[in-house]
């Protein structure tokens, strides 16, 4: 049930990270079916160092109540595009383990080269990828099974 929302300015949320994210959360997605009673349980910044002035600013955990909260914010966050906070644009993921977070990174390169072709695909929890190509939907748990499938049909960048 967390979240992880990158490109709040270091220091926003002053003393109180999870009164400061339900305060955005509520008036970034209340317009949506977002329950009336959004609860962050707790909220903080990555524990690394803190940058130096004018550097990336640490990403923020941030563990609601209710999943699905987390889910119509995901949901929400795909319909609006783009969303900001003081000028500066807010992107929100899911919070994975590290472990998983570095499987999806794995599908960086096949993910590039679909795109370049114009073949749908879809990153599924917690690895896997789907791809549509014609009439077919199709699932791999790797990217080299990807890249064997593009190989295989010549599909080239």
Do not use: C
């Amino acid at each position: 049930m967390n979240i992880r929302v990158v490109g709040f300015p270091e220091g926003s949320e002053k003393n109180d990270p999870a009164g400061f994210t339900q305060k955005w959360l509520t008036e970034v997605f209340g317009k949506s079916e977002l329950v009336q009673n959004l609860v962050v349980e707790r909220a903080h910044r990555i524990p690394f160092k803190k940058p130096l002035p004018g550097g990336t600013p640490r990403a923020m955990l941030i563990k609601l109540l209710n999943s699905r909260d987390r889910d119509v914010i995901m949901q929400f966050k795909r319909q609006q595009g783009r969303i900001e906070y003081e000028g500066n644009q807010i992107e929100i993921y899911p919070d994975y383990s590290r472990n998983t977070q570095l499987r999806r990174i794995g599908f960086k390169e096949v993910k590039k080269r679909m795109a370049k072709v114009g073949i749908k695909y879809s990153l599924l929890y917690p690895a896997k990828m789907r791809i549509v190509y014609g009439d077919q939907t199709l699932f791999f748990a790797s990217p080299e099974e990807i890249s064997e499938w593009l190989d295989r049909k010549g599909i080239d960048i």
